[in-house]
């Protein structure tokens, strides 16, 4: 069957937790439950790089582009062939280059992970947990431990979320079990769950040294129940928690207004520098207009990747924003389709592979609508 997405490779780790004598929630073993190959959705790559953007800058279309063309240009990903990197000019670039890409791919990682293990849907809700206002950012230096994205499952008379934490590296996996830096991690964000009354939570490292993109998912268990006498939080000032073992956590719940915030900055950022369009028809999803415009994922190599990075005057609703995820989740549709799209709220990202101009805007419409 032919498939026409990239492949990586993925093991999945499944972690126990349990409330130790000091009062945080602590890992109590781990241990190697699954491998598996998975394909992965470059559209959806894009939609959380332009999503998940901290709030310490203040965004524009044209420098939002340059960055995703960046990031498509070190991937090479061809239909049933492993994804993987540039390496040559991957190790030839910068330090700053170099981390810049390797934690876009991760939180591309850590999305596909919540979709494709946890069930997470496009027309769900996506935050950045690092949403604090330049203002008042120094107020939390050093403290505030928290995962990187807040997926929200919510539904009418139903709440569900999950946070999740991504990493992303430019070695290959390690070969034995786990590391240290990945156990040392997974503490502080079992810990935030503890001290988050359970809150759940995951963990993705993603790999790109080796000839394939690698990626180790976390699937952490949580207790049935919070301790029922052991004192877990000793201090609680302007919504910052220290425990026992001196850990520093943010609520959750003086996150999420903030996180809702960013979320609707980012898009009316994007939308006010974004492009009119090319002369011609407006473009347009379920009437409501589009701003933006294609990109070629070129920088470092000759290519047939095109990207487009749409920005809506009005949100999707959630059962437009998903129409995308059903037509993937048929089988004939998903294997077949060399052009990839995702959307949530205003955003809506598009991926045409082996393309030698921009597609027609119908290409696109046909796809969603």
């Known amino acids: 069957m032919f498939r026409a997405m990239g492949m990586i490779d993925v093991r999945r780790f ?32 894009v939609k959380v790089n332009a999503l998940a953007v901290p709030a310490d800058r203040k965004l524009t279309y044209r420098v939002m582009q340059h960055e995703l063309r960046l990031l498509l240009s070190f991937l090479v990903e061809e239909p ?4 993987t990197l540039r390496h040559a000019d991957f190790q030839a670039s910068s330090g700053h280059v170099k981390r810049f890409i390797s934690e876009s791919f991760g939180l591309g990682m850590l999305t596909a992970a919540a979709e494709r293990h946890h069930g997470w849907k496009d027309d769900s809700d996506l935050y950045n947990f690092d949403v ?15 995962p990187d994205l807040l997926f929200d499952f919510t539904d009418p008379g139903h709440e569900k979320r999950l946070a999740g934490e991504a990493r992303g590296r430019s070695s290959a996996r390690p070969v034995h079990f786990v590391s240290k830096d990945q156990r040392d991690r997974l503490a502080d964000i079992v810990a935030w769950s503890g001290v988050n009354y359970l809150h759940p939570v995951t963990m993705t490292y993603a790999y790109t040294g080796a000839a394939n993109a ?21 201090a609680d000032e302007v919504n910052v928690v220290t425990t026992r073992t001196g850990r520093h956590f943010e609520r959750l719940t003086s996150i999420r207004p903030r996180a809702l915030d960013r979320a609707r900055e980012i898009a009316d950022q994007l939308y006010a520098t974004a492009p009119q369009g090319a002369p011609g028809p407006t473009r347009s999803v379920y009437g409501q ?3 933006g415009s294609w990109a070629t994922a070129d920088l470092i190599a000759p290519s047939g990747l095109r990207f487009f990075l749409g920005l809506l005057d009005q949100p999707l609703t959630p059962e437009q924003a998903g129409a995308p995820r059903r037509r993937r989740s048929a089988a004939r549709q998903r294997d077949a389709d060399p052009i990839q799209v995702a959307a949530s709220g205003r955003i809506l990202a598009v991926v045409a592979r082996d393309a030698t101009q921009d ?3 119908s290409e696109v419409t046909s796809r969603i609508e």
């Not at 049933?80 to 994804?83: A, G, T, Y």
């Not at 604090?132 to 928290?146: H, M």
């Open 132 to 146: 604090l206002p330049a203002k008042v950012a120094a107020d939390y230096s050093g403290s505030g431990i928290r």
């Open 289 to 291: 207009n589009v701003r």
């Open 359 to 361: 597609p027609d805007w």
């Open 214 to 234: 690698q990626v180790d998912l976390f699937d952490i268990t949580l207790p049935d129940h919070l301790p029922a006498s052991n004192e877990i939080v000793i």
């Open 14 to 45: 499944t972690v126990v937790t349990y409330f130790g004598d000091s009062g945080d929630l602590e890992v109590e073993d781990i241990w190697l439950a699954d491998e598996d190959t998975w394909d992965i959705d470059l559209a959806e790559v």
């Open 80 to 83: 049933r062939s492993p994804l």
